[in-house]
């Protein structure tokens, strides 16, 4: 894509298969973060406060670039910085195997299922899938800036959503409403398990429109300026309120057209006049919608489907975008493809879209076993959709059946395993953690030269390490793969 850096980091569920196991899921998840790095060494376990809840030893760099490490007791991945959607959605797909690999190899996967969703259907909890989409620093990013960008994000949950049964009870959070700030539940906010079915799984937790933070207060578009980068030339823009896909073509799709409308805004083509009256309010209405009609209210009273807004920013895009590189026109193609099915059937989005696919699987068992919505088999089945166990996970039988288009292949997913893209700067940093791996850690000597032990071995950052005993190596860059720079400042005799 046009000068974009993608990235996507996936918070994971643990389902234990016991009635009254004795370790619970943060404990599993302790263990397999520690055989990923202990056992297999796939990368360097960080040694310095990464912050208050993340201790040394918490989590570290693996060799493809990316992160894995625990939040808030969930497992989770981050993506190496990737230039291409073929290679993000690899390397999404990467982190899925490394996890799943290593309960398979500890003897763990007939007590513990990882699941990549992001509800509990159990406790009413969410945890995350969030998008990282690399802009300039001149991106407009003002409430004005962003209003056709909020637009966009509320309607393109129709091909983006992982669908979900039921509907999470009204969160506890605080909003602005004129001067006052007041809870969210004296505003009318929605919610009730006995809803069937709904295409989203976490716009029932988005509570504003733009906030700083990303617990309690999960906004629309997260605020917080932290690029990661050369802040001078950069900005990130950090999205947390999209599900987690099962289908690597929904994946490709969702950064694809999402990162075209980012270039929209920056080069001044966006689409005008759709700013959404209640955005936080019409996020979870079309969510829920059982008609799947879709219709928003405009701040200008007008109303209009989310299919039709989707369509204006496609037009956009095509007038603007269209013929730039090969991937800008397969978004595009495919982009069009899918709005115009959605006019139809929902079944003939099965394969790309985890919501339809889903939604047709238990519509198909429902009738089959003549079950009420609010069976609970169901939500067991609505779980299995996301199981990472190729044996088990309902999205992979349709793999299987030869329903799913791939953007990858296995072998790709792989290399994604090990190897970093090597167009970013992760292809740096991956020379650094192959290095510290091979051995080359500070030595004797140099813990001597540093008798008060305050400085660990190394430090490893986005965008910027060090190794004790040699300078900061700062990678402000994420265009830059600063592969021979690394090696040359660690091992200054091979350069």
């Known amino acids: 894509m046009l000068h974009r850096i993608f990235g996507l980091e996936t918070e994971y569920g643990l389902l234990i298969h016991e009635d009254r196991p004795d370790h619970s899921p943060t404990w599993f998840a302790h263990h397999i973060r520690n055989h990923l790095f202990q056992v297999q060494r796939r990368g360097v376990l960080d040694l310095h406060h990464r912050g208050h809840d993340e201790p040394p030893g918490n989590g570290g760099f693996i060799t493809n670039g990316g992160r894995i490490y625990l939040d808030m007791g969930h497992l989770e991945y981050a993506s190496p910085e990737c230039h291409s959607l073929t290679d993000v959605v690899a390397s999404d797909r990467a982190g899925d195997l490394l996890l799943q690999r290593a309960i398979g190899d500890l003897g763990l996967s007939e007590h513990v299922s990882l699941i990549k969703n992001n509800i509990d259907h159990e406790t009413d909890a969410t945890f995350g899938s969030h998008e990282n989409y690399l802009v300039s620093r001149r991106f407009p990013f003002s409430r004005r800036g962003l209003a056709p960008f909020v637009t966009f994000l509320v309607t393109r949950q129709i091909f983006t959503g992982a669908g979900r049964i039921g509907a999470a009870s009204p969160q506890d959070a605080w909003i602005q409403v004129d001067r006052l700030i007041v809870p969210r539940a004296t505003v009318g906010a929605r919610g009730g398990s006995n809803l069937p079915f ?61 990162g075209l409308v980012l270039q929209l805004i920056e080069e001044g083509h966006a689409p005008q006049d759709l700013e959404i009256d209640e955005p936080v309010e019409a996020l979870q209405e079309i969510s829920q919608d059982q008609e799947r009609n879709w219709v928003v209210r405009l701040q200008s009273q007008r109303t209009m489907s989310a299919l039709d807004i989707q369509e204006q920013f496609l037009d956009c895009a095509m007038r603007h975008c269209q013929g730039q590189d090969e991937e800008t026109d397969w978004v595009l193609a495919q982009w069009a493809s899918v709005l115009n099915d959605l006019r139809g059937d929902y079944q003939k989005l099965v394969g790309r879209v985890d919501w339809a696919s889903k939604l047709w699987l238990l519509e198909c068992f429902r009738e089959a076993e003549r079950l009420d919505w609010s069976d609970p088999l169901l939500k067991s089945l609505d779980l299995e959709y996301h199981n990472l166990n190729p044996a088990k996970g309902l999205y992979y039988g349709l793999v299987e059946e030869g329903r799913v288009p791939r953007m990858t292949t296995d072998a790709l997913i792989q290399i ?80």
Do not use: C
Not at 202 to 226: G, K, L, P
Not at 448 to 462: E, K, R, S, T
């Open 416 to 495: 994604a395993t090990e190897e970093a893209p090597k167009n970013t700067r992760a292809y740096g940093r991956s020379a650094l953690v192959r290095y510290l791996l091979e051995g080359g850690r500070p030595t004797d000597a140099d813990r001597i030269a540093n008798p008060d032990g305050l400085f660990p071995a190394y430090v490893i950052n986005w965008s910027i390490f060090q190794v004790r005993g040699h300078a900061p190596f700062p990678m402000p860059d994420p265009f830059r793969t600063y592969r021979d720079e690394v090696r040359t400042h660690l091992e200054p005799s091979i350069a």
């Open 198 to 258: 709904q295409i989203s799984q976490r716009s029932d937790y988005i509570v504003n429109d733009f906030f700083e933070w990303v617990q309690h207060n999960r906004a629309i578009v997260n605020t917080r300026d932290e690029p990661l980068a050369d802040p001078n030339e950069f900005r990130r823009i950090h999205l947390l309120l999209g599900d987690s896909n099962m289908a690597e073509y929904a994946t490709a799709l969702k950064l694809g057209v999402t």
